[in-house]
Nanobody, 125 residues
């Protein structure tokens, strides 16, 4: 079993930066890609970013390309999402997730089998 715990959310102003963290526990190590999604009120869950276990292969959703960066520390079992140039449209609950198939780098919600509870990010104008 895998447990995911996000942290780092909060209330910020437009243009600010914020770093989210995701702690992975329940196994000694996670040899898997990791992803970040977000869900705004009344909207479907949206792909934000994903990163492979090795080689640093990353993918980003169109809405965050050039502003967000995903990276990880495999020794600490942590995944991070660095967010810059935040806008009110980035307001959402952000969740990290582990793919159902560890070697995959999916962009769809259906590709992930483990989810954290999420952390709220609110960007004021």
């Amino acid at each position: 079993q895998v447990q995911l715990m996000e942290s780092g959310g909060g209330l910020v102003q437009a243009g600010d930066s914020l770093r989210l963290s995701c702690a992975v526990s329940g196994r000694t190590s996670i040899n898997s890609a990791m992803g970040w999604f977000r869900q705004a009120p009344g909207k479907a869950r949206e792909f934000v970013a994903a990163i492979s276990f090795r080689n640093g292969v990353v993918q980003y959703g169109d809405a965050v390309k050039g502003r967000f960066a995903i990276f990880r520390d495999n020794i600490k079992n942590m995944v991070y999402l660095q967010m810059t140039s935040l806008t009110p449209e980035d307001t959402a609950v952000y969740s990290c997730a582990v793919p159902t198939f560890p070697g995959a780098l999916p962009v769809l919600v259906s590709g992930y089998g483990y989810w954290g509870m999420g952390t709220q990010v609110t960007v004021s104008s």
